[in-house]
Protein backbone atom coordinates (compact mmCIF):
# COMPACT_ATOMS: atom_id res chain seq x y z
CA UNK A 1 0.00 0.00 0.00
CA UNK A 2 0.76 3.78 -0.22
CA UNK A 3 0.03 6.62 1.81
CA UNK A 4 -0.25 10.04 0.07
CA UNK A 5 -0.46 13.25 2.08
CA UNK A 6 -0.17 16.43 0.31
CA UNK A 7 1.09 20.16 1.23
CA UNK A 8 1.33 23.31 0.06
CA UNK A 9 -1.87 24.34 -0.78
CA UNK A 10 -3.83 28.06 -0.03
CA UNK A 11 -4.72 31.35 -0.87
CA UNK A 12 -3.17 33.42 -3.98
CA UNK A 13 -3.56 36.00 -6.07
CA UNK A 14 -3.89 35.85 -9.95
CA UNK A 15 -0.34 35.59 -11.61
CA UNK A 16 1.36 34.15 -8.53
CA UNK A 17 3.11 30.81 -7.61
CA UNK A 18 2.32 28.20 -5.57
CA UNK A 19 4.49 25.32 -4.94
CA UNK A 20 2.56 21.71 -3.84
CA UNK A 21 4.38 18.85 -2.33
CA UNK A 22 3.08 15.42 -1.94
CA UNK A 23 5.00 12.45 0.81
CA UNK A 24 4.25 9.33 -0.41
CA UNK A 25 5.11 6.36 1.74
CA UNK A 26 4.59 2.87 2.42
CA UNK A 27 5.61 0.58 -0.82
CA UNK A 28 7.32 3.59 -2.46
CA UNK A 29 9.70 1.56 -4.73
CA UNK A 30 7.03 -0.17 -6.51
CA UNK A 31 5.22 3.42 -7.55
CA UNK A 32 5.51 3.62 -11.29
CA UNK A 33 3.64 6.94 -11.58
CA UNK A 34 2.60 9.64 -9.57
CA UNK A 35 0.70 13.01 -10.23
CA UNK A 36 -1.65 15.55 -9.56
CA UNK A 37 -5.16 15.69 -10.58
CA UNK A 38 -7.67 19.11 -9.60
CA UNK A 39 -11.19 18.93 -8.91
CA UNK A 40 -12.79 22.09 -9.54
CA UNK A 41 -16.17 24.12 -7.92
CA UNK A 42 -19.19 21.97 -9.81
CA UNK A 43 -16.58 19.62 -11.79
CA UNK A 44 -15.20 16.18 -11.79
CA UNK A 45 -11.48 15.83 -11.27
CA UNK A 46 -8.98 15.98 -14.40
CA UNK A 47 -5.34 15.64 -14.63
CA UNK A 48 -3.21 18.45 -14.35
CA UNK A 49 0.43 16.40 -14.67
CA UNK A 50 2.17 13.10 -14.01
CA UNK A 51 5.68 12.03 -14.22
CA UNK A 52 6.56 8.55 -14.40
CA UNK A 53 8.90 6.39 -12.41
CA UNK A 54 11.42 6.87 -15.71
CA UNK A 55 10.98 11.16 -15.31
CA UNK A 56 8.40 11.00 -18.29
CA UNK A 57 5.94 14.09 -17.76
CA UNK A 58 2.76 14.96 -19.30
CA UNK A 59 0.69 18.01 -18.73
CA UNK A 60 -2.96 19.07 -19.24
CA UNK A 61 -3.34 21.81 -21.94
CA UNK A 62 -4.81 24.32 -19.43
CA UNK A 63 -1.41 24.44 -17.82
CA UNK A 64 1.31 23.54 -20.23
CA UNK A 65 3.99 26.43 -19.86
CA UNK A 66 2.78 27.62 -16.41
CA UNK A 67 3.16 23.98 -14.14
CA UNK A 68 6.03 21.96 -13.53
CA UNK A 69 6.16 18.47 -11.94
CA UNK A 70 9.17 16.67 -10.48
CA UNK A 71 9.95 14.01 -8.47
CA UNK A 72 12.27 15.21 -6.15
CA UNK A 73 13.00 11.69 -4.18
CA UNK A 74 11.46 8.63 -4.12
CA UNK A 75 8.93 10.00 -1.26
CA UNK A 76 8.41 13.68 -2.66
CA UNK A 77 6.47 14.93 -6.00
CA UNK A 78 6.01 18.30 -6.79
CA UNK A 79 3.86 20.72 -8.40
CA UNK A 80 4.99 24.04 -8.88
CA UNK A 81 2.53 26.33 -9.88
CA UNK A 82 3.06 29.90 -12.10
CA UNK A 83 1.09 32.58 -13.24
CA UNK A 84 -1.95 31.11 -11.68
CA UNK A 85 -5.37 32.16 -12.31
CA UNK A 86 -9.18 31.60 -11.14
CA UNK A 87 -9.67 29.01 -12.67
CA UNK A 88 -6.74 26.96 -11.39
CA UNK A 89 -8.88 27.31 -8.29
CA UNK A 90 -9.98 23.88 -6.90
CA UNK A 91 -8.56 20.87 -4.41
CA UNK A 92 -5.54 18.98 -6.01
CA UNK A 93 -5.16 15.42 -5.09
CA UNK A 94 -1.96 13.62 -5.24
CA UNK A 95 -2.12 10.30 -7.27
CA UNK A 96 0.32 7.34 -7.39
CA UNK A 97 -0.05 4.49 -9.07
CA UNK A 98 1.38 1.05 -7.60
CA UNK A 99 -0.37 -2.29 -8.29
CA UNK A 100 -3.28 -0.17 -7.31
CA UNK A 101 -3.92 3.68 -7.64
CA UNK A 102 -3.87 5.98 -4.62
CA UNK A 103 -5.44 9.17 -3.49
CA UNK A 104 -4.26 11.85 -1.38
CA UNK A 105 -6.64 13.93 0.59
CA UNK A 106 -6.49 17.00 -1.43
CA UNK A 107 -5.28 20.50 -0.32
CA UNK A 108 -7.33 23.64 -1.64
CA UNK A 109 -5.83 25.90 -3.81
CA UNK A 110 -7.71 29.46 -4.11
CA UNK A 111 -6.45 31.85 -6.65
CA UNK A 112 -8.74 34.79 -6.31
CA UNK A 113 -7.86 38.55 -5.84
Known amino acids: QVQLVESGGGLVQPGGSLRLSCAASGNIFSISLMGWYRRAPGKQRDLVAT??????TNYADSVKGRVAISRDNAETVSLQMNSLKPEDTGVYYC????????WGQGTQVTVSS
Open 51 to 56: ISSGGR
Open 95 to 102: YALERFPY
